[in-house]
């Protein structure tokens, strides 16, 4: 798949940041169906269930397994297509999916942005 | 989905179901504890997912509407985690999908997206109309 056949979710992170904590949290929803979308689609597999990443707005342990599951198959995936070195940021994506969910999901973000350079 | 992952994901779902259970025992007075939300703690507004340990909590204590009153979709968090240890299980034991036609779904994803996004701009009204922003305030690190 080439990229410009993949779906379209460009964002400065810092927007991400924002409209996540001056929507409480509801843009964070959209943002969760939209990133397992992307990852999805770079992987050319199913490796985020879209459904799931709706609870894993609702659920700590489910929350902790969606950035689990970007940080191991989907960032992988990413980093091998836009030319990248591997690096490991699933332990990096936990935590901070734990303490600051919306700043891992700027993290994810960025990476993502790479793809639409 | 691998093996692994169907692994995983029992294991998830285990943890779903009984961290809230381990909370209940260790922690009787749950309903005056202080939120550990990171937006509860920044904005003193609830998130979409907060109050479904609570809620989670009182279905165990069979107080159903004290349950729904915390998160309307607390049981449904349980009965999914059931249903997935459950179809997980039979998947690997019988090595066939059941699942992936509502787990890799996206309308159902925006289905239930929608029901969240609208549950919870609902609550955000009731909250913020019942709350002064002094109180709102004291629900967070600001207060």
Known sequence: MSNSTLPVF??????????????????????????????????EREILS????IFSGCCTPVHLYYYYIAGKDGLPKLY???????????VLLMVLGLIFP???????????????? | MSTK??????????????????????DPHIESSQSICPFKLLTGLPCPGCGITKSIIFFYKG?????LTYHILGPLVILFCIVSVFVLTIEMITRKEYFNKVLYSSKVAYTLGFVLASYHI????????????????KQSIWG
């Open chain 2, 63 to 67: 107080d159903i509407i004290k349950s």
């Open chain 1, 102 to 117: 919306m700043v891992a999901a700027m993290v994810v973000q960025g990476e993502i942005n790479k793809l639409y350079r």
């Open chain 1, 50 to 53: 879209q459904p799931i990443a």
């Open chain 1, 10 to 43: 460009k964002n400065d992170p810092i927007v991400v940041l924002i409209l996540a904590v001056i929507t409480c949290g509801l843009y964070l929803i959209y943002w969760n169906i939209k990133a397992a979308e992307v990852l999805n689609a770079v992987a």
């Open chain 1, 80 to 90: 091998e297509r836009v030319g990248e070195p591997q690096k490991d940021q699933t």
């Open chain 2, 122 to 137: 609902t609550r955000l009204v009731i909250f913020v109309s019942h709350n002064s922003v002094t109180d709102i305030l």
């Open chain 2, 5 to 26: 992952r169907k692994w995983q994901g029992i294991l998830i779902a285990m943890l779903t179901i009984i961290v809230p259970y381990l909370i209940m025992v260790s």
